[in-house]
């Protein structure tokens, strides 16, 4: 398959756009799942002069939905299956260029745990169809241009592993990645199997900030941009910052409009700062 620079650019353009996009749209009311469902339909209700109700399962009204750990591994599959697919479809030697090996041992690798891991131990709510729909298309979209640029784009010299570069971008994709998963053990604790109640999480960097698992995932991502260098990852990262930046704010505004006890010197996102 012949490398296409303008439909890279293209694609890449494209989703960081739609990140923008996204930014402005969510920066005030957040995606209506999980904890933000169930807030809404009490904010509606509040102004109807309704009592409040609380509820733990779905919101009323919001369609039908997935359990979580069937929803988690439907959307996040594509963006580990396409760019696999793409990658065995290439002659050999398939692992020579650096270009396929950062793509298997980074981006496939984030997505096989989040695949095939995470998914099978989420103790999230029921995901909403919706949701999820454009979850699974964003994951094919991103899993393609990824893995169609490292595979078939990419150049890098032969030295570029000792690089400032790379080894600056794999230390920051590899700490991103530790304390998104060392945050998603902390938030798992806090629920037992079945139960789907709130509680303040404690302990690694939910001392500093609310979103410490989005912390993490914003980290490695621009850890890989780094490494790679290239317009498509930091387009994607520039998406997850836009997309689940705002999402920890309202989680913030979330805890403290909830818990009494919550603890005010915790930031929204980046620790001391916001």
């Known amino acids: 398959m012949p490398c296409s620079p303008i439909l890279v650019d293209a ?24 904890k933000h469902e169930q807030e809404e339909e009490e904010e509606e209700r509040e102004e109807e002069g309704k009592p409040k109700r609380r509820r733990e399962g779905p919101a009323s009204g919001q369609g039908a939905h997935l359990p979580a750990r069937c929803a988690w591994f439907l959307q996040e599959l594509p963006a580990f299956l396409v760019p696999s697919l793409l990658l065995a479809s290439r002659a050999s030697p398939r692992l020579a260029p650096l270009g396929c090996r950062m793509l298997l041992g980074m981006f496939c690798g984030h997505y096989f745990y989040r695949t095939f ?54 230390l920051l994709f590899l700490s991103g990645i530790g304390i998104n ?13 079945g139960e789907l109640t709130y509680k303040i999480p404690q302990g690694g960097l939910f001392a500093y900030i609310s979103g410490a698992n989005f912390f993490g995932e914003i980290l490695e991502w621009f850890g890989y941009a780094v490494a790679t260098w290239s317009f498509p990852a930091f387009a994607f990262a520039l998406f997850t910052l836009c997309c689940i930046g705002p999402r920890a704010y309202h989680h913030h505004r979330y805890y403290v409009r909830t818990f009494s006890s919550y603890p005010r010197s915790r930031k929204a996102l980046i620790p001391f700062i916001f």
């Open 117 to 170: 891991i995470y998914s099978f131990l989420t103790r999230g709510r029921p995901f909403p169809l919706k949701t999820l729909y454009f979850g699974i298309l964003f994951c094919t979209y991103n899993g393609f241009l990824q893995g169609y640029y490292m595979i078939y784009c990419a150049e890098y010299p032969d030295d570029w592993c000792n690089s400032l570069r790379f080894t600056s971008g794999l």
């Open 181 to 193: 998963i060392h945050s998603d053990h902390i938030l798992r604790q806090l629920r037992k199997p």
């Open 11 to 34: 694609l890449s353009a494209f989703l960081a756009a739609l990140g923008l996009l996204h930014l402005r749209r969510n920066s005030r009311r957040p995606i209506r799942y999980g």
